[in-house]
């Protein structure tokens, strides 16, 4: 069965550091999506994507995250710098885009991020 | 704005003790509501999509029940390999930004079943 990859599984910073994160959808799905985690809590998007456009980043905070889907398949999300309170979870999903069905999102194992 | 709220936050259950999950939710314009496992430190995994009060579904020991303002996940004779945390989500249409559909979490119930 087809998965959403990423990568790293695990990463470990200091707080004011870069941090990036990969992921790759699930081959033709059209939607790709980033949440958050924390422990305890349930998934909060970030951003969402259709193709490579941006059409929901209201969550995201601009001044330290920026995410890209430059050829419309895989995707990075970057946070510079990295604060104490960005330790969580980070989710990739993808879903099928059809124009009036509405399609589940697919997981990936996430990027556990770990701020010191 | 969408509010999910989940209960009870964590449930323990004996092997064969069958249970329900409940899942309040409030959404203007309803897509869709979903339910998800998910294991420790892993992504959650996709188990169904509701459309419409009265709707139900089924997947091997769950059973998944909507009305217009909650959700149940009946869980029938449950295993110790049911334990996980159970995700409800739902799904509006936004018309803003080009047709974002967001999906919105509950923060989830802990099921333990003991053997």
């Known amino acids: 069965e087809a998965e959403v990859a990423q990568s790293p599984r695990y990463k470990i910073t200091e707080k004011s550091q870069a941090v990036a994160f990969w992921c790759d959808p699930i081959?033709?799905?059209?939607?790709l999506y980033w949440y958050r985690q924390i422990l305890g809590q349930g998934p909060e998007l970030l951003v969402q994507?259709?193709?490579?456009?941006?059409?929901?980043d209201s969550q995201l905070p601009k001044d330290r995250f920026s995410a890209e889907r430059l050829k419309g398949v895989d995707s990075t999300l970057k946070i510079q710098p990295a604060e104490l309170g960005d330790s969580a979870m980070y989710l990739c999903?993808?879903?099928?885009?059809?124009?009036?069905?509405?399609?589940?999102?697919?997981f990936g194992n996430g990027t556990r991020l770990t701020v010191t | 704005e969408d509010q999910v709220t989940q209960s009870p936050e964590a449930l323990r259950l004996q092997e064969g003790e069958s249970s329900s999950l409940n899942c309040s939710y409030t959404?203007?314009?309803?897509?869709?509501l979903f339910w998800y496992r998910q294991d420790p430190g892993k992504g959650p995994e996709f188990l169904f999509t509701?459309?419409?009060a009265g709707e139900e579904k089924e997947k091997e020991r769950l059973k998944a029940t909507l009305t217009k303002k909650e959700s149940f996940l009946h869980i029938t004779a449950p295993k110790p390999e049911d334990s996980a945390t159970y995700l409800c989500?739902?799904?509006?249409?936004?018309?803003?930004?080009?047709?974002?559909?967001?999906?919105?979490f509950g923060k989830g119930t802990k099921l333990t079943v003991n053997p």
């Open positions: 989500a739902v799904r509006r249409s936004t018309r803003t930004q080009g047709g974002s559909e967001k999906l919105v």
């Open positions: 959404v203007s314009g309803l897509r869709g």
């Open positions: 994507f259709q193709d490579e456009s941006v059409v929901d």
């Open positions: 999903a993808s879903s099928l885009r059809r124009d009036r069905a509405v399609s589940p999102l697919h």
């Open positions: 509701l459309y419409s």
């Open positions: 081959s033709g799905h059209a939607t």
